[in-house]
């Protein structure tokens, strides 16, 4: 009988074996896909592309024993040679090519030009594209820089007491119900698809008190714009027994603290690439939604017309408002008004036309939404029954509060946006593997 | 202006802190949910439920200064009293309580008998009562052992190089095609919900050579079994640049080895709670597909009858001539016959009835599947015509190989079923939250 043991033992180095400078003057054998070919006649350069950067490879007529005219850019190879130092080579060190070994063939010449620094194409081709236009260096550190910020949000809430959890997208009702819901026919029943976690998400802070989920929600928004998507990651936090919403924006100002540092320490190349400035966290100030509209409106002399919702250029004004004032790249916008917040947002019991809630804004967008929920069965019932609203279909949410619930609260992060607003990028599409939107379902 | 700062100060004590001893002698207070009451006349025993286990309160008449009429199991409470050593408090330490503040009331007395260790009642009414059944002890262990699984595939993959990637569920095609999709609207396009994100973590593999994902998947399946749901969590991976099938089989074993090291240290009270026996997987047996078969009816005098596929009974039955013969919980099963896996499997050049394909059991049950798969062009189009399929959709899927792909093969695990098979469930909905099947919407 054979067995497995989980140990491969691998014929071919990595980057940072290469890096390491063990190998320089020894034969060594790499993989990975033909970048680009320079040919400079009796030499060529031929860069190798490996997951976490470019391996430079020469090619010398009579030293090197293999056909150039035999590689294609997109090809994969494994390459034998001798590995020398060279500081002008991106690792420091290079590989003077004996034998190159062909692993499979392209087709076909790439249709976009991937190997030249930044592609120089529009969002539509790169996307039209995009199983190509992601081998562009650039373009896809920016899925290296948003795995860093899931990863740290996890790591960050594992270590404060959260528990993951995985919540159906498949549901006969929804959390906030109202239109933007894609309907299905689930088996000769009606379903829908989740626009968010919330309901299951408080459910289970009577369970474990806190939790945390990271998972596609989906959005049938009839809006096309440069900021929306109508499938998203969203990362949710739920956290019980809290005092005061401020713990929620303590607990995402510490996840963003944690993130940067993980960013810093293992995506460094990525952000060298991408020349990502990371925010300061530090301190992150807070302002109240009727404040913000005032002091932005006064700087910048623009009267507001709706006064219970920021609009998109509005955020954009009190982003820039807390830049110059505060050099913060984030403000957290408090005390948003009920009536644009869902039947579950807590009151202030100062003044109950507003709520304990909050959105983060991040350079001028938001990309975070949360807040102190109600908690007291009664209470949740009375809001309902004042909007004007049923209970049908909300017989398992309310069962968590019949049955006694702590107080609680939590937020929602847009994943896309978030990475949008890190990498500078001007839609959010460019932060999306795969996005959807009003007329995309493809690639 | 104010500032949040990413730190709150705590006013009460988690589990960790009372079981350190540091608080011996002291007041201290502790924030939790009524989860028992035990009233033996003068004295009362007031079990706390916090996220990691039970704090022990006693309440004396004349010494705690609230009146135990107060309480219900359901309400949260924050509890202050005289921290003391008992070695018969599970902590080894009690509450002598002095006051008790309650933060939130239960309206009602609980459905279910949620705090007599083992709930004992049907799966059905545990469906039915969600947030309350949760709330057993050992019912909730249940998914933290879920989230050790899924932190441990994450953890292993980071450290080996994958890159973590989020791809669409909403399609305008799916992966495998056929039946089995759930079919929606799509802003008057037709669209399906991904089965599988198999098309999109193979066309990732020529950007980030190793990429994991862990994410929902949809299947409409008309089963009603004990394994089946129709909406859970895949464990996926895709990995480039392999030599053979095994390096993916040792790829699985290596992450299984990672979870059971991180249970054992990170999980260890859950694991004891539900006396879980952690597989041993130093190495697990491989056996071919036909030699699995002939060996298990030769052993259990069982002829079979389908030469292309294991049927349940059989799967078992491998499982246990594996665990009799071997001492193995695990036993991967490879070579399933080529007209039994998707046009992408990889044939066997020794003999192309077979593919380079696997399933892993687990105790008798399939928790994997995956294999190598064609990543040559030509290859690819051949298969696709000889099986009679289109290629009308796949545009996207093929031009990753038309522009050049590694070697490469990948897997696919049923989070809820590995966990069902760890926790010893004999009903995969019992290692799921919020079970999705052919009746079940809701919770």
Known sequence: MEFLTGTVKKEYLEIGEIQSGDYEGKSVRVRGAVHAIRDMGE???ILLRKQDGLVQCIYEEGKSHFSLQDLREGDTVEAE???????????????RLGFVKILSKAAEPLPLKINRGKLNTSLEAKLNNRAVSLRNLR???VFRIQEGITRGFRDF???QGFTEIHTPKLGARSAEGGANLFKLEYFHQPAVLQQSPQFYKQMMVGVFDRVF?????????KHSTRRHLNEYTSLDLEMGYIDDFTEIMDMETGFLQYAGKLLEREYAPELALLEIRLPRTERIPKVRFDEAKRLAAEKYGRPFRNPFDLEPEEEALIGRYFQEEYDSDFVFVTH???????FYAMDDPADPSFTLS???LFRGLEVTTGGQRIQDYQMLLEKIEKRGMETDGMEHYLAAFRYGMPPHGGLGIGLERLTMQLIGADNVREAALFPRDLGRLEP
Chains 1, 2 share one sequence.
Not at 81 to 95: A, N, Q, V, Y
Not at 213 to 221: D, G, Q
């Open 358 to 360: 909050f959105d983060l």
């Open 43 to 45: 030499v060529a350069f």
């Open 157 to 159: 809430l594992y270590s």
């Open 139 to 141: 373009e896809r550190a």
């Open 213 to 221: 989920e990271t998972a596609p929600v989906f959005r049938a928004e």
């Open 81 to 95: 040679g001798i590995c020398k130092k060279d500081s002008r080579s991106p690792l420091g060190f290079e590989l």
């Open 336 to 342: 948003y008004p009920s009536q644009k917040r869902p």
